[in-house]
């Protein structure tokens, strides 16, 4: 991309996943392998294990390994932090996932995205007490937080003000039920498009895929697309950003393909 734009990372959600052989992977393909496989076609995997349990740093140190340089993971935070009455009692879920061993993936080691549950609402001070528990720098580390909110009364400018205060960014999810927000909150956007379809061989039709790749590029470039729905009327800086999309949908076997798709198309 010319000009001063933020890096764009396109994957997917995991790279275990049966169906996926013969159809992503090649055949003959040994399981071992296919991490290696996976991060040579796409720029980024979204890890979904780390949300159910603790992984031993020898996995982080393993998954870097494998995966070319300039690529990148997110891992998902621990539900032991977010799916909690009060949030603000979390401080010791959130010590324990980076005493796991995160820090290992080095520079692969993108965001952290910490989910919330479609019942969990919107309560202010609480939510800013979990944002201040979230660390931003580790042993000289820089550390990115997103956070993913499934509940209406989300949309309101007090939280875009809370995420901007903290900078940390809100999911935008393509999503059927939960609220999307396109608000801009940090230095970089993540977003999860949950609508593929499995009977596309490309996931989304040519013209989503067109739409959704000019909206990455305006993201990174420091603009906003101006057909997503925003909360807050307050126009955020315009500055460079970097982007992470994941194609994420309930059969996910065309996921892959629409992922690749769209690397083709902001490179």
């Known amino acids: 991309m010319a000009g001063k734009a933020g890096k764009i990372y396109i994957g997917v959600g995991g790279w275990t996943f049966a169906p996926w052989r013969g159809v992503f992977y090649p055949d003959k393909l040994t399981q071992a392998k296919e991490l290696a496989y996976a991060a040579s076609k796409l720029t980024s995997i979204e890890i979904n294990g780390t949300y159910y349990g603790s992984q031993k ?116 999810a393509e999503h059927g039920k939960y609220p999307a927000i396109a608000d801009i909150a940090a230095d970089f956007v993540y977003a999860r498009l949950q609508k593929g379809n499995d009977e596309v061989e490309t996931c989304y039709p040519p013209k989503q895929l067109d739409a959704w790749a000019k909206r990455f590029q305006s993201w990174a470039e420091g603009g906003e697309p101006d057909d997503l729905p925003r909360v807050d009327t307050a126009k955020p800086k315009t500055t460079p950003r970097d982007v992470f999309a994941y194609v994420i949908h309930e059969g ?16």
């Open 57 to 172: 740093p020898e996995s982080f140190r393993k998954w870097a390994r494998e995966v070319p340089d300039g690529f990148v993971f997110s891992l998902k935070g621990p539900r032991f932090a977010t799916n909690r009455r009060v949030l603000a009692e979390a401080r010791d879920s959130v010590k324990r996932f980076y005493d796991s061993g995160v820090l290992e993936l080095g520079d692969r080691l993108g965001p952290v995205l910490w989910q919330f549950a479609p019942t969990k609402t919107f309560d202010e001070i609480d939510f800013g007490k979990f944002l201040e528990l979230l660390p931003r720098k580790l042993e000289g580390h820089p550390l990115r937080h997103v956070v993913e909110v499934r509940h209406d009364s989300f949309r309101t400018p007090a939280f875009i003000a809370l995420l901007r205060q903290f900078e940390v960014p809100v999911v935008f």
């Open 252 to 267: 996910k076997v065309r996921a892959p393909a629409g992922a690749m798709e769209l690397i083709a198309r902001v490179k």
